[in-house]
């Protein structure tokens, strides 16, 4: 089972970058997937999670109007696209997958995912 992140880098407050992350080893279209992140010296928290079909997204308050998250069953990929990026997004943002298809698991927390992925960071500059 893998899930790999990519396409973190340095970006300037007010700019865009696009997050995806490649699932291998596992049934990608039977699980939810989620974005979650970590800023130096915080907790792991929440950012943005789909339902296997891709029809339902949920998204952290401090997210909304400027993060997009999608999925791709085709490819077996995830992406979120962060638009409007504030210094205070700057963090290591993990992918991470739920095996739970009724929709019951809260998908805010980081205990119900089976596995994660290794971190891409983004860090933005102001």
């Known amino acids: 089972v893998q899930l790999q992140a990519s396409g973190g880098g340095l970006a300037q407050a007010g700019g865009s970058l696009t997050l995806s992350c490649a699932a291998s080893?596992?049934?990608?279209?039977?699980?939810?997937v989620a974005w979650f992140r970590q800023a130096p010296g915080k907790e792991r928290e929440f950012v943005a999670h789909?339902?296997?079909?891709?029809?339902?997204?949920y998204l952290a308050d401090s997210v909304k109007g400027r993060f997009t998250m999608s999925r791709d069953n085709t490819k077996n990929m995830m992406y979120l696209q962060m638009n409007s990026l504030k210094p205070e997004d700057t963090a290591v943002y993990f992918c991470?997958?739920?095996?739970?298809?009724?929709?019951?698991?809260?998908?805010?927390?980081?205990?119900?995912?089976?596995?994660w992925g290794q971190g891409t960071l983004v860090t933005v500059s102001s």
């Open positions: 789909i339902d296997w079909r891709g029809s339902r997204t």
């Open positions: 991470a997958a739920d095996g739970d298809l009724t929709g019951s698991d809260p998908y805010d927390d980081r205990a119900q995912y089976d596995y």
């Open positions: 080893g596992f049934v990608f279209s039977s699980y939810a």
